[in-house]
């Protein structure tokens, strides 16, 4: 910097520059030329780049991010998640990449993405290159987890993604169905979902014939109303699964009429209670089941049954009356509890 200081009050006392022979001219503006400064190593390129935009006064574009080049790898499926070394790579439509093991995907299924790449998966082309699948990572997730046998639980995925995939694992030489069955992971998570998505759930199974999955689903479904059922679902679930919901609940409906019409027997005529007192009873339970029945749902709990019937001995002055009353709604409960729920 001292040289540069002597050189620049040297250049400073020239009264003109242009009055100079050309030659020096010409050392002077090499002098100060932008291409002589060497800024490295002491700086980054980028803050060069910053720097030398800086003298010159021109915007210089700055170089691509670091993050630019990060690429995206899966937290299930990356290299070295299973053993032996991974052979297999595929990536989703949102660049997240899946390291796997084609001899794992072929055990679960032997013409496993055979379909989707028109070519068996065991070929060598597919070794080691990456393999675009069209599907979220989110869905790929859940068809190479079940693939292997594994929960994908722990990423919790959400309902819609779940059937999807689902939906989507025949396209790509999957069949869904034994992944379905009760004890697998696949099969656990759904059913968790069951108490929030009944419909879709059987409608799902249905769509597979998964008959273990739809009978655990179809206890959630005594709430439903059936004239809410889309033609969509109803499509999807299939006509045999739509009649076993249907006879679900016409059944239900049927066998709560039945247990709850007949009435307390009589008990023996006493002086204040006779046979014609005895009738009272008789009719307060014929007005109470035919509100029940009225209304009768395959979903009715035993707490407002037992409360609906019950409620009559509060207006009654004979014990025996009370009594047979009781006996007889306990019964009414009992059948009630041991009728079957599910298709």
């Not at 030398?52 to 630019?68: F, H, Y």
């Not at 794992?104 to 379909?115: G, M, N, P, V």
């Not at 709850?260 to 014929?286: G, M």
Request: aromatic residues 10%; charged residues 20%; glycine residues 2%.
């Amino acid at each position: 910097m001292e040289y540069m200081s002597d050189s620049m009050m040297q250049w400073g006392q020239q009264e003109d520059l242009s009055a100079l022979q050309p030659e020096r001219r010409d050392d002077i503006n090499s002098f100060f030329s932008l291409d002589s400064f060497d800024l490295s190593p002491g700086f980054s390129p980028a803050y060069q780049s910053s720097l030398l935009s800086q003298i010159s006064g021109e915007a210089v574009a700055p170089k691509p991010s670091d993050k630019e080049d990060m690429v995206s790898v899966s937290s299930i499926f990356f290299p070295g998640s299973h053993k032996p070394p991974s052979d297999t790579i595929f990536r989703s439509s949102d660049t997240v990449l899946f390291y796997v093991h084609c001899n794992t995907i072929l055990k679960a299924s032997r013409q496993a993405f055979e379909i989707f790449l028109k070519a068996p998966l065991s070929e060598p082309q597919f070794r080691n290159a990456v393999i675009d699948i069209p599907e979220t990572s989110s869905i790929l997730n859940i068809i190479l987890n079940t693939v292997y046998g594994q929960s994908c639980a722990k990423n919790s995925p959400d309902f819609d993604d779940l059937e999807k995939a689902v939906d989507q694992m025949p396209l790509y030489g999957i069949p869904p169905t034994k992944h379905l069955l009760p004890d697998t992971p696949l099969f656990d998570t759904l059913i968790s979902h069951a108490p929030i998505y009944p419909i879709r759930v059987y409608a799902l199974a249905g769509k597979f014939n998964a008959y273990e999955l739809a009978v655990k689903t179809s206890s959630h479904l005594l709430s439903y109303r059936l004239s809410e059922l889309t033609d969509e679902l109803a499509i999807k679930m299939g006509a045999i699964y739509l009649r076993r919901l249907m006879t679900l609940h016409m059944t239900l409906i049927d066998t709560l009429k039945t247990i709850i019409l007949q009435p307390p027997p009589p008990h023996p005529s006493t002086r204040t209670c006779d046979f014609v007192e005895q009738k009272k009873l008789s009719r307060a339970w014929a007005l109470a089941a035919s509100y029940l029945a009225w209304d009768s749902r395959p979903d009715l709990s035993i707490h407002q049954m037992q409360n609906t019937l019950a409620a009559l001995g509060d207006y009654m002055d004979c014990d025996q009356c009370k009594e047979v009353l009781g006996v007889r709604v306990k019964e009414v409960v009992v059948k009630w509890v041991n009728v079957k729920r599910t298709i």
